[in-house]
């Protein structure tokens, strides 16, 4: 299940689940989203992208779904694997800031 | 080849030192960047590069001191640390340009510990 508190929300599933993580972003004016994963010591890692003028766009085993009306984005994963497990991270990028900025991680845990 | 590396992986201290940490990408992009992230894995950006030009000074404090040597190197310097400098510090580098460019790529990140 999912849980939002003081805390990194988090997310446990079992392995050959499909994994929804979400994300409300705040600039109506955003003209990319991506994904980030980072695993335990390392560095976040680019997943997948999606432009404003989008929707939906598919990578391999991933999906991330864009809603602009309700600013919210959120990534899919298909068939979870244990090494999946790490903080997912949404980013914005609005270009009157010329940067990307991050939302909060969420923890995914996926089960054996 | 590691694309993004950063010397050293961890630092410990004590207040009030000055400590520098190095940043190094093979990947021939231009632009460079660090990034602090806290004790809640929050991630803020601090100071961007594109090739040795400083584009992004977020409202830092003035002992955090980036220095690019040239544009394969950006290094973060930080003078008479204190507690609240305690974080992971990554550095990351991506293709030029003020718009979208894409990825970032990050390095493994710095712990920086101050007592």
């Known amino acids: 299940g999912e849980s939002v508190g003081l805390h990194l929300p988090t997310l446990s599933v079992q392995e050959g689940d499909n994994s929804i993580i979400n994300c409300a972003y705040s600039?109506?004016?955003?003209?990319?989203f991506i994904w980030y994963k980072q695993e335990s010591g390392k560095g976040p890692q680019f997943i997948i992208d999606?432009?404003?003028?989008?929707d939906k766009r598919q990578g391999q085993r991933v999906t991330v779904l864009l809603n602009k009306t309700v600013k919210h984005l959120s990534l899919q994963i298909a068939a979870t694997q244990p090494g999946d497990s790490a903080v997912y991270f949404c980013?914005?990028?609005?270009?009157?800031?010329?940067?990307?900025?991050f939302g909060q991680g969420t923890i995914l845990t996926v089960h054996p | 080849d590691t694309a993004v590396s950063q010397t050293p992986k961890y630092l410990v201290t004590q207040m009030g030192n000055d400590k520098s940490i190095k940043c190094e990408q093979n990947?021939?992009?231009?632009?460079m960047y660090w990034y602090k992230q806290d004790s809640k894995k929050f991630l803020k950006i601090m100071f961007s590069?594109?090739?040795?030009?400083?584009?992004i000074n977020e409202t830092v404090p003035n002992r955090f001191s980036p220095k690019s040597p040239d544009k394969a190197h950006l290094n973060l310097h930080i003078n008479s640390l204190e507690l609240g400098d305690s974080a992971v510090y990554f550095c990351?580098?991506?293709?030029?340009?003020?718009?979208?460019?894409?990825?970032?790529?990050f390095g493994e990140g710095s712990r920086l510990t101050v007592l």
């Open positions: 990351a580098s991506s293709l030029p340009g003020t718009g979208y460019t894409g990825e970032l790529f």
């Open positions: 600039n109506s004016a955003s003209d990319y």
């Open positions: 999606i432009r404003s003028n989008m």
């Open positions: 980013a914005e990028f609005v270009p009157s800031y010329g940067k990307l900025t």
């Open positions: 990947l021939g992009h231009d632009t």
């Open positions: 590069y594109n090739n040795k030009e400083l584009i």
